[in-house]
């Protein structure tokens, strides 16, 4: 399984992006997909989840209600809307795949890892 991030780079505080997450070897339809980020000097913090099959997904308290993360089926790939960006979101994101379908929020549970892009959010 491979996960191809991208979509990360510099914006101003309030601004918005949107990352994607382009997978290959596995059909994300029936797999749970998460979002985390690390900043310097922090640890992995766990962001966004959607699940496989019916869509359920799961936010970071520190990004409910500025981040929403979907899935595309057709395009094999899940997307994460960030909205209202504050320097404090600055970190690398990465996308990760479960085995298994349901959301999950602890990096523990994800097997599989994509390279991470890079968020700079300026004030």
């Known amino acids: 399984v491979q996960l191809q991030a991208s979509g990360g780079g510099l914006v101003q505080a309030g601004g918005s992006l949107r990352l994607s997450c382009a997978a290959s070897?596995?059909?994300?339809?029936?797999?749970?997909m998460g979002w985390f980020r690390q900043a310097p000097g922090n640890e992995r913090e766990f962001v966004a989840a959607?699940?496989?099959?019916?869509?359920?997904?799961i936010y970071g308290d520190s990004v409910k209600g500025r981040f929403t993360m979907s899935r595309d089926n057709a395009k094999n790939t899940v997307y994460l809307q960030m909205n209202s960006l504050k320097p404090e979101d600055t970190a690398v994101y990465y996308c990760?795949?479960?085995?298994?379908?349901?959301?999950?929020?602890?990096?523990?549970?994800?097997?599989?890892w994509g390279q991470g892009t890079l968020v700079t959010v300026s004030s």
């Open positions: 959607i699940s496989g099959g019916p869509i359920f997904e």
């Open positions: 070897g596995r059909t994300l339809s029936t797999t749970g």
């Open positions: 990760a795949a479960r085995k298994g379908y349901s959301a999950r929020s602890a990096a523990s549970e994800y097997d599989y």
